[in-house]
């Protein structure tokens, strides 16, 4: 849903999960979930691409033995989760802070 929703669709769905008592602490760990599973997908599409193409210039055009570097791999994947958990949940502090009244007038 996060890739689909701009920032006033998520001012409402922050505005009716506070309406309905969800938890300022929840509404952050429900958006940086959301971000945290982008950053997964994301890194993991990334990552069998990057696999993909090294394979293939290792291979194909520089005739060289190719062994996949896993630790560099899921230091990036785990990285990229954390990166955009983080972004994602601070770029949205506004709209946490604000209260459902104002976020449904705006």
Do not use: C
Request: no cysteine.
């Amino acid at each position: 849903t996060i890739l689909m929703t701009t920032k006033p669709q998520r001012k409402k769905n922050v505005a009716l999960m506070k309406l309905l008592g969800t938890t300022r602490k929840n509404i952050i760990l429900i958006i940086a979930f959301e971000y945290f599973l982008m950053g997964f997908i994301a890194g993991l599409v990334a990552i069998s691409a990057s696999i993909w193409i090294e394979y293939q210039l290792a291979h194909a055009i520089f005739d060289v033995n190719y062994h996949i570097p896993w630790f560099r791999l899921v230091i990036f994947w785990i990285g990229s989760m954390i990166v955009l958990g983080l972004f994602g949940s601070i770029s949205l502090k506004d709209v946490i802070n604000q209260s459902p009244l104002l976020l449904l007038k705006s």
